[in-house]
């Protein structure tokens, strides 16, 4: 996997989480930098984490999918894609968690929004690629996200974050695009 890939990639699976930090952002008069910086921390652990998870399960099982991993990875890839895509196009959401919740609501809605993470985790193993370098990069995009989302919140509101999810999803789909056209040649 390239660097590029390797950011965008970073960048789509932190999205859905940079859109719940704007929605529960939009709702406070004030953020701090110390309290947006320990949420993004702690999302960008648990979105970190996630896809390593996701990746030894799918090591696990690769060696009895091998010769249609790549179908496996389009398809989960693809249908996370859609998933994003049609959620982003729907109503913003107003029950987001307010940065001021306790920490396993917090945590709970980290690893809501990491579940992608770890079916790209597994996806990745199905395509035979490696995951370190991916799984430091969203925890890192995702806590940059996530501090942004809570900072810039209240000036941009949740239409943003919709339209990062949407763009979220038209990634994935394109990676798992690339995956099946790779293999498939």
Same mark, same amino acid.
Request: charged share 15%.
């Given at each position: 996997?390239?660097?590029?890939?390797?950011?965008?990639?970073?960048?789509?699976?932190?999205?859905?989480?940079?859109?719940?930090? !704007?929605?529960?952002?939009?709702?406070?008069?004030?953020?701090?930098?110390?309290?947006?910086?320990?949420?993004?921390?702690?999302?960008?652990?648990?979105?970190?984490?996630?896809?390593?998870?996701?990746?030894?399960?799918?090591? !696990?099982?690769?060696?009895?999918?091998?010769?249609?991993?790549?179908? !496996?990875?389009?398809?989960?890839?693809?249908?996370?894609?859609?998933?994003?895509?049609?959620?982003?196009? $729907?109503?913003? %959401?107003?029950?987001?968690?307010?940065?001021?919740?306790?920490?396993?609501?917090?945590?709970?809605? $980290?690893?809501?929004?990491?579940?992608?993470?770890? *079916? /790209?985790? *597994?996806?990745?193993?199905?395509? %035979?690629?490696?995951?370190?370098?991916?799984?430091?990069?969203?925890?890192?995009?995702?806590?940059?996200? /996530?501090?942004?989302?809570?900072?810039?919140?209240?000036? !941009?509101?949740? /239409?943003?974050?919709?339209?990062?999810?949407?763009?979220? $999803?038209? /990634?994935?789909?394109?990676?798992?695009?690339?995956?099946?056209?790779?293999?498939?040649?």
């Amino acid at each position: 996997m390239t660097l590029a890939a390797i950011i965008i990639l970073a960048l789509a699976m932190s999205t859905d989480a940079f859109a719940v930090a !704007i929605a529960m952002g939009s709702r406070r008069a004030h953020v701090l930098f110390k309290d947006a910086l320990k949420v993004g921390l702690l999302f960008g652990i648990i979105e970190g984490v996630t896809p390593l998870v996701g990746w030894a399960m799918g090591s !696990i099982a690769a060696s009895y999918v091998e010769s249609w991993d790549h179908w !496996i990875a389009f398809v989960l890839l693809g249908g996370l894609g859609i998933r994003m895509i049609v959620e982003g196009c $729907g109503e913003p %959401d107003t029950e987001a968690d307010d940065p001021a919740r306790p920490f396993w609501l917090l945590a709970l809605t $980290g690893f809501a929004t990491s579940i992608d993470a770890m *079916v /790209v985790g *597994v996806s990745l193993a199905f395509a %035979d690629t490696g995951i370190l370098w991916p799984a430091l990069a969203i925890g890192l995009a995702t806590l940059t996200m /996530v501090t942004l989302g809570l900072l810039i919140g209240r000036r !941009i509101g949740a /239409v943003v974050g919709k339209r990062a999810e949407i763009f979220g $999803g038209l /990634v994935l789909i394109a990676v798992g695009s690339v995956t099946l056209y790779e293999h498939l040649q």
